[in-house]
Structures are given as structure tokens and as C-alpha cells.
């Protein structure tokens, strides 16, 4: 956190907040008639002393309007839980930028890092008007984070050298997080990215949870109940509990075909002209058992702005019918390094293999036999980026001559390469390993759509044509996620995102644990500290005493220096091989519906579009 | 009579025991559980539950215990009325199913009458004039509707009626009624909305019912007494519809029970398609995620639906035809 920024920012949001105070805030017309008939204290007593401003994209909005979107059921709380994305601290909209107030709204680091000191708004309320203090920390961290009933081990971003971080409660506005050694995640990972509301759907991290609500149902404080009554009272799914959020949920029950959310009237955000947000009265999601289903009623207009489950294929209807239904289409990018990639197994079993796959040379071949113009246009309506697998232009760590890095056609280098390497191409045309023995790899993948599922065919069509006989084998995502978390794939394909901060969860960079498929084995190892798992190589060593760095580091230039260098010996490596990254999202976006930018970058570490201050769209009628 | 309607009941007891062991082991056949399925679709969508967490779940969901344990955790609970408990949806089964179980069984039933109501005059006027221009142009559609599978045809209806006529083709409402109180254009907005599965969960069985029929009444007209009333001088119209119609109509009846199942799996997909909120959405959906105890009793009850559909079949044929009565 650079001080003058944190500075200037900081008075800038008090000077504001005074000039408000000044000229009082105003509310939405629903609000206002509860408050005349004395259902609900005005809006001064609600809005914190110091509300967060929201940064318009467009104008200053109107209130009212339902907001239309489509979802896939309970699993897919994403669709709505982005949309109120509400954590301690903000990740920037724009990802260059250094973290951004929150609900903390300053924060100071003193100690070499070893402490970080939080001072949250004062005067937040709750949905239901309760204060929101230090206490509903200190409740998450004691009777959630650290009740092994309900989370086994804390989050490793928490834990340092083996030890819980401690908590020290200095007043109902001021708490201070004590590590055992600097800690370099605390501000990202922690306060960012895991910093909201416990559970969030089915990812069961948070930062905080309604104490004064969830006490009468925690096991702990009342011998009446069991862990699966919490459970039920603490998920987010449960419309009495509250919330923090600019919306909340309403309607929803077992069987339900859709949720409604309507507006938090303690919600703690306003406008540069002091409005109350958010704009809209309410959202509306219908449940959708079928993606063409979904699709088909986002064509015929029945959905205000989603991009969610839009698939790219159908992006010629949405041209043909946008102006008859009123929408437009923007399409913005995904944060994805490669919208499919390859992860030829460095730890497999077999040893004649994996000393193959461990040679550099041998995965930039695979790599300049591809052409991805080809896959571009085949499965992806040119629309995508023919790239290496690394992080796209708007990350922090983005430098561009690795962009192209062994990303070319070139067939004849990857022979030339192949050859090199000892692995001799036979009168039929495919080579041997260096042994003389059959060399066939053998690619697998789930049953994906039928774009990704061409893709996949062309790239295994152009190994063989460089004499690397390769067969592909696809199964359902149950089946297939047991058998590559398990080390068991010889050349694992998935769609991996995280391509704007891939630190925060760097499973693609190097293994960093099950789920990392270039070695699966070597991520056990690291991430049980050397119990589970095979040890690795030298070069994987490297890169994993360079993150375990990363972690102490709490200097943002010294981070983002040790970040580069990670992504950099990534990609030189080809560690993992992509083709087609920053595929668009189709978004569809009601004529009428504004403060939606033109592009933007979609990432689920940034809770994309929740950066976008869901809260702060509006229609304009 | 009623000796016979004890003995069927009781028969169907041990039958329920054994289909919920079946069930329940079926269930459990694919590899993993509700927990790793749920890492899994989780990832996919770009979320992500470390190995820790999923080890919790699957404590807290009792799936670390033996198949025993959770079979019997499952089974005690149906004399109270508990089907256990959905791991997905978090909220007891019944309360998932109550409400959906109605729109089954309305569709399947509207789906079963209106099939009886095509199949059985266009059956007859098919066999009595066979060969004619119309039993031709009704077998071809009848074969049509055999050969078109119901996915196919709500997929068409979806996308004509979006893309075509312009009106909404999915859920029970259109989007702008969906929170209209009741008044005559929301019941006519939702019979909108119900013709079309019916029609198509119909067509499938109309086709076979119209084949059966046709066959039956033929064979009969074929038949001796029929020719000795001819010869009598009864007028045809008695001939037919007292005489062999009444003989014709007995294998309809045994069919109905046989094409109750496929109504309960045509309402699963044609609901899936349409976003009917039928348990089909529901059942799908348990499978895939592996929610044990919600697909284990949506599979029973439509096991119990079937036994009962059969004994309910039975009962009619032995009320309708004197021969089955008196056997007993």
C-alpha cells in the first residue's frame, strides 16, 4: 500500500464524508415511505458516519427496476454471490491498482509486517440494524475458523510457520491481526479475496459472520443445537440471516425455481451526490435446469445483464436478435491464459515418460506444433487471442515479450527440437523414446462442449503430425477430476483462470498442490510440507522457495518483483501449454441499463463483475 | 374383490423393500460421493475447496460411515414421514419434492388422458376403415410421433416458439406474470405453458395406444360373433361399440400401467427442457451431484407411482371385464 495514496484517498473519502454530512443523504422512495410511517429510522442513522463513495462508471443513477438474470441452481451461487461482493478490503477495479477500502476503511501494517491493525467504519449496521463491530471477527475467527467442527484447518493464509495468526480486540472499531512472521497475503489473499461475509456459497472461507444472529444457533453457546443447525442458519442461502450485502435474499426455499434479493436498507454506500445505494429495488434469478434454456431466454431479451452461462456459440443469434428485443452485446474478455491448456504430468509414474515430459525442450515442441490461428477460428469465431499460457495484459505482472513466447507455428522447429532430444522418428512416422520403445501419449479431458472438444482434437492431430503419436480420451467431470487429482493422467486438459493475480492461488504457476496437473505429486509434496506426494525436482524447488518468499513479503514492489519472476520461468518453461486464452464473455446488457463499462476483464479471484459495484447500475427509464 | 385388493397390497411391501436396497446401492455405484462431485463442479466453475474441507464435508454428511449405516440412517426415517435429508439443497427431501410432485403428476396425468382421448377414436376409425386415406395419414403420423424423441421435440417447440412466434415457451409463466396475482390471464398464460408438454409427453404413447387399438379392433371384427351379430342384422354402430370396442378397449387398460413409467421419464426430460418445475429437473440434477438421499427417494417414489399405477390398472380391467373378476 503506497501511504500517500492510502493518504490522499483517505482524506479525500473524509472531506467528502463531512461535506455529506453537511448536506444529508438521500434514499430510495421505498425507504423513505417506511421511514415516514416510523417503520425504519432515517437514512443519517442507518449509513455509517463515513460511507464508502462509489466511483461512478457513468452517471449518477436513478432508484428502482428489477434486475432479470437466469442461474443454474444451488450450486451456482456465484450468479448471485458476485454481485454482492462486500469483503473487508476491495480488490481495485482496475487490477494495477493497490488494494481498496472496504469495510475497513484504513488499515496500517507496523511491527516489519508482523501486524496489521484494522479500523472499520464506524456506525455500519447490519441488514436487520445491528451494529457491525469487531465482535463479528472475532466471532468468525474463534467459533468458525478455528472450530475444527466446522473448518478443519484455518486458511493457509492465516496460518504462518505453523501458527494461528492472534487477534487483539482494541475497541468495537479497531482490531489488530498478529502474525509470526510478515505476512504477504494477509492484505490479498485474506482481506480481498477470502475477506467477505462466511461461507460465500459452497467456497467456505470468509472474514466475518453476523455474531449476534448466529450465537442462538452455535453449538458453542447453546447445548440445544447441532453443527448441522448452524450449518443451515449460517449458509447463505438462508433469507433471515443478515447480511452486509446491497442486496439480500428473499425469497428462496427447497424446491424454489427462483431467488429474489431486495434491497439492504442499512447498506453502507452512496453516491458522489450522497444517495443511498444501491439503485435497483431488487434481483430476480430464474432457475434454468438447461443452458440452451438459459441461453434462449437471455436471446429473447428476458435477462438485464449477465454474462454468466452465455455461451459463446450462440453469439450470431444475439447479433441477429439484439435490436429487436432492445440489448446490446459487449464482449469482454476472460481472464483465461488459455480458454483449454495442457499439462503435460511431470510427476506421472511412468519414468521413461516423465523424464520426457520433464524436458524442457521437449514441451516447447508440443507447443510450436500447434497453430493456433487454426483453433481460433474453429472454435472460437476468431474471437479469442492466439497466446502462451501466462497472465493476460491487464495483470500486475504482465511484461509483454512473454506473450508470444513458443506460441508461433512452427512445425519444423518442433522436429528439429523433438529430434535434439533423442526421440528418433521411426519409418512409420512416430518416434520412439530414447530407449527405442513406443512413445504414445494419451490426452484426457471431460466432456466439454463440442468447441472445446474440436480444439482438443486438432491439437492431438498436431502432435501425431509431428510424430508424437497421441490419442484423447474424454469421460464425465466426476470420473476425470479423481483420476488427474490423483496423478494418474498422462496429459490432463482444463480451463484454468486466475490469469490477473495468479499468486493469490498459484496452481498453474508451479505445483502448488493436488490440483496443480503438471505435477500433481510434486503439489501434494508441497503443500503437506514433503508428507504426501513424490519430492521434486531441483527447478520446481526453485520456484516453490520463491513463493514461500513471496508469502513473508509484505513490500508490494518486492512482491510484485518475486511474482514476475515466477510467471517469467513459467512460461519459458512451458510449464503448462496453452492456445486460445481471453476468449470473450457475450454479455448481454439491457438498452436501458447503465453504469456498465464497454470492456472489462473478467476474472472469479476478482468476484468479476462484483469490482464493478454491482450496486451502483441502474436503468435508466 | 377386496381379498384380491389386500392380497396386491400387501404383495407390493416386500417389492418396495427390495427396490429401496436396489435403489439405494444403484445410487451409490459411480465412483465418488455428493463431496467429491461437488469439488469438482465447484472448480469447473472457477471456485476451488481444498482436500481439508472436502474431508470435513464428508464427516459432517455422514458419507465417511459404512453403506449400512447410511441405508438404515435413511429407511428409519419413512414410517415418520422423513426421507432424509438433501445435501445440496441443505432442507429435508420431502419439502424439496411436495410441491413438484404435483406438477408431475398433473402433467403425467393430462399427458395419459389426452393420449386415451386421441388414441381410442382415431384406433377405431382406423380399423374400420383400414387401408383408407386417413388410417394411412394417421399411421404415418403415428409412426412420426414414435420415431420423433420427446427432447427433440420440446427443443423445436422452444426454439420455434421463441424465435418464431415470439412468445415465451419456457416455465409455467411468462417472465411478466410470474409475480401477477391470480386472475384469468394468468390461468390462461399457464394452460399456454401446459399444453405444449402435455402434448409432446403424449404424442410418444398416443402413437403406440393408436397401433394397439387399431390391431385389437381389427382382430375382433375379424371374430365370429361379431359376424353372427353382423348377420343378425344389429346395426353396425352397435356392432362396434357395444360389441367390439368393449373387448378391443381391455389391453388399453394394461397398457396404461406400462405407460406410466414412460410418462414419469417423459415428464424428467420434457421438464428438464421446458424448466417445469416436475421432480424430473430435481432427479436429474440429484444423480448427477450424487445427492444420495434426494435422488434414492425421488427414484422410490416413482417406483411406488409405478406399483400403484399397475394395481390401479389391474383393479379397472378386473371392474371392466367380468372374466378377471370371477377368476379371482
Known amino acids: 500500500m503506497k501511504r500517500s495514496v492510502l493518504i490522499l484517498t483517505l482524506s479525500l473519502v473524509f472531506v467528502i464524508g463531512i461535506s455529506f454530512a453537511a448536506l444529508g443523504y438521500q434514499e430510495a422512495p421505498q425507504l423513505a415511505e417506511l421511514v415516514q410511517a416510523g417503520k425504519l429510522p432515517p437514512v443519517e442513522e442507518r449509513l455509517p458516519e463515513e460511507p464508502l463513495v462509489v466511483e461512478l462508471i457513468e452517471d449518477i443513477g436513478k432508484y428502482g427496476g428489477t434486475w432479470r438474470r437466469g442461474f443454474t441452481g444451488i450450486k451456482d451461487y456465484h450468479a448471485f454471490g458476485r454481485h454482492v461482493y462486500e469483503p473487508m478490503l476491495r480488490w481495485p477495479r482496475d487490477p494495477r491498482d493497490p488494494v481498496q477500502p472496504g469495510l475497513a476503511k484504513e488499515w496500517e501494517w507496523s511491527d516489519e509486517g508482523k501486524t496489521l491493525t484494522l479500523y472499520l467504519r464506524k456506525g455500519l449496521k447490519w441488514s436487520d440494524g445491528y451494529p457491525f463491530t469487531t465482535k463479528d471477527i472475532t466471532f468468525w475467527w474463534y467459533d468458525i475458523e478455528l472450530n475444527t467442527k466446522i473448518t478443519p484447518a484455518p486458511h493457509a493464509e492465516w496460518v504462518i510457520d505453523g501458527e494461528p495468526m492472534e487477534l487483539e480486540v482494541v475497541d468495537d472499531y479497531t482490531i489488530k491481526l498478529k502474525f509470526a512472521k510478515p505476512n504477504g497475503l494477509a492484505e490479498t489473499v485474506g482481506l480481498a479475496f477470502h475477506g467477505n461475509q462466511w461461507p460465500l456459497g459452497f467456497e467456505r472461507f470468509g472474514f466475518f459472520a453476523p455474531r449476534h444472529y448466529l450465537e442462538q444457533y452455535h453449538p458453542t453457546y447453546n447445548n440445544a443445537v447441532d453443527y448441522s443447525v448452524f450449518e443451515e442458519k449460517v449458509f447463505d442461502y438462508n433469507t433471515e440471516r443478515p447480511v452486509m450485502t446491497a442486496w439480500k435474499i428473499s425469497e428462496w426455499g427447497p424446491g424454489a425455481t427462483r431467488l429474489v434479493a431486495k434491497r439492504n436498507p442499512y447498506y453502507w454506500k452512496v453516491d458522489s451526490a450522497g444517495n443511498q445505494l444501491p439503485y435497483i429495488d431488487e434481483l430476480v434469478l430464474t432457475l434454468f435446469e438447461e443452458i440452451e434454456a438459459l441461453n434462449l431466454r437471455a436471446i429473447e431479451g428476458g435477462f438485464d445483464f449477465q454474462f454468466r452461462r452465455i455461451s459463446l456459440s450462440n453469439y450470431p443469434a444475439f447479433q441477429l436478435n439484439k435490436d429487436r428485443y432492445d440489448y446490446r452485446i459487449l464482449l469482454w474478455p476472460d481472464a483465461v491464459p488459455s480458454k483449454l491448456c495442457y499439462f503435460f504430468n511431470q510427476s506421472i509414474e511412468d519414468d521413461g515418460l516423465r523424464n520426457i515430459f520433464q524436458n524442457p525442450k521437449f514441451r516447447q515442441a508440443m507447443s510450436v506444433a500447434i497453430d493456433r490461428e487454426q483453433i481460433n477460428e474453429v472454435s472460437y469465431l476468431g474471437l479469442g487471442v492466439p497466446r502462451t499460457f501466462t497472465v493476460v495484459p491487464d495483470s500486475p505482472y504482465f511484461e509483454p515479450d512473454i506473450e508470444q513466447l513458443y506460441a508461433q507455428y512452427d512445425p519444423a522447429l518442433a522436429n528439429q527440437l523433438l529430434d535434439e532430444i533423442g526421440l528418433k522418428k521411426g519409418s512409420d512416422g512416430f518416434r520412439t523414446r530414447p530407449d527405442g520403445s513406443r512413445l504414445e501419449v494419451t490426452v484426457e479431458g471431460m466432456d466439454w462442449d463440442k468447441a472445446t472438444l474440436d480444439e482438443m482434437e486438432l491439437v492431438v492431430a498436431a502432435w501425431n503430425d509431428v510424430g508424437v503419436r497421441a490419442s484423447m480420451k474424454t469421460m464425465s467431470r466426476e470420473i476425470y477430476w479423481i483420476r488427474a487429482t490423483s496423478n494418474e493422467i498422462q496429459v490432463a486438459t482444463w480451463t484454468e483462470s486466475r490469469a490477473i493475480d495468479p499468486m493469490v492461488d498459484p496452481i498453474w504457476v508451479f505445483p502448488f498442490d493436488e490440483r496443480s496437473w503438471m505435477a500433481p505429486a510434486y503439489g501434494s509434496w508441497y503443500k503437506s510440507e514433503g508428507k504426501l506426494g513424490k519430492e521434486p525436482p531441483a527447478y520446481f524447488k526453485e520456484m516453490m522457495a520463491l513463493y514461500d518468499q513471496y508469502k513473508v513479503t509484505v513490500a508490494p514492489d518486492k512482491q510484485k518483483e518475486i511474482a514476475k519472476k515466477l510467471i517469467r520461468t513459467h512460461a519459458e518453461n512451458v510449464f503448462v501449454i496453452g492456445t486460445v486464452g481471453m476468449t470473450p464473455n457475450v454479455v448481454v446488457v439491457n438498452n436501458d441499463f447503465r453504469n456498465v463499462p464497454e470492456t472489462f476483464t473478467t476474472d472469479w479471484i476478482y468476484m468479476a463483475p462484483g469490482t464493478l459495484d454491482p450496486c451502483h447500475f441502474y436503468f435508466d427509464r | ?328
Open chain 2, 1 to 328: 374383490m377386496i381379498a384380491y385388493i389386500v392380497k396386491r397390497i400387501l404383495g407390493m411391501i416386500p417389492t418396495l423393500i427390495i427396490i429401496s436396497i436396489i435403489t439405494f446401492i444403484i445410487i451409490q455405484l459411480p465412483p465418488g460421493d455428493f463431496v467429491t462431485t461437488a469439488q469438482a463442479e465447484i472448480a469447473a466453475s472457477g471456485g476451488g475447496m481444498d482436500a481439508s474441507a472436502v474431508e470435513a464435508m464428508r464427516i459432517r454428511y455422514g458419507l465417511d460411515q459404512p453403506m449400512l449405516v447410511q441405508y438404515w440412517r435413511w429407511v428409519s426415517g419413512f414410517p415418520r414421514g422423513d426421507f432424509g435429508y438433501s445435501l445440496e439443497w441443505s432442507a429435508p427431501v420431502w419439502d424439496i419434492i411436495a410441491g413438484r410432485l404435483g406438477w408431475t403428476l398433473l402433467l403425467s396425468g393430462l399427458a395419459l388422458v389426452f393420449m386415451w382421448l386421441v388414441s381410442i377414436p382415431i384406433g377405431i376409425h382406423s380399423a374400420r376403415n383400414q387401408y383408407s386415406l386417413g388410417d394411412n395419414v394417421f399411421s404415418f403420423l403415428g409412426f412420426l410421433g414414435l420415431s420423433v424423441p420427446d427432447f427433440m421435440l420440446s427443443l423445436m417447440w422452444l426454439v420455434f416458439a421463441t424465435m418464431t412466434l415470439g412468445i415465451s415457451a419456457s416455465g409455467l409463466y411468462s417472465p411478466q406474470m410470474v409475480d401477477a396475482s391470480w386472475s384469468l390471464a394468468k390461468f390462461l398464460n399457464l394452460l399456454n405453458h401446459l399444453w405444449p408438454p402435455v402434448v409432446i409427453m403424449g404424442v410418444v404413447g398416443t402413437a403406440e395406444l393408436i397401433r394397439i387399438m387399431r390391431g385389437n379392433l381389427l382382430d375382433i371384427l375379424n371374430q365370429q360373433y361379431v359376424t353372427t351379430a353382423r348377420s343378425k342384422g344389429l346395426v353396425e354402430k352397435v356392432v362396434v361399440r357395444k360389441y367390439a370396442v368393449r373387448m378391443a378397449i381391455n389391453p388399453m387398460i394394461s397398457v396404461l400401467g406400462m405407460q406410466i413409467p414412460k410418462m414419469i421419464s417423459s415428464s424428467i426430460i420434457v421438464g428438464f427442457v421446458l424448466s417445469i418445475p416436475t421432480v424430473g429437473p430435481i432427479f436429474l440434477r440429484s444423480l448427477i451431484t450424487q445427492d444420495m438421499y434426494l435422488a434414492g427417494t425421488i427414484l422410490l417414489l416413482m417406483t411406488v407411482m409405478l406399483l400403484i399405477g399397475n394395481f390401479l390398472a389391474d383393479i379397472a380391467l378386473a371392474w371392466v371385464d367380468p372374466r378377471i373378476r370371477f377368476e379371482q
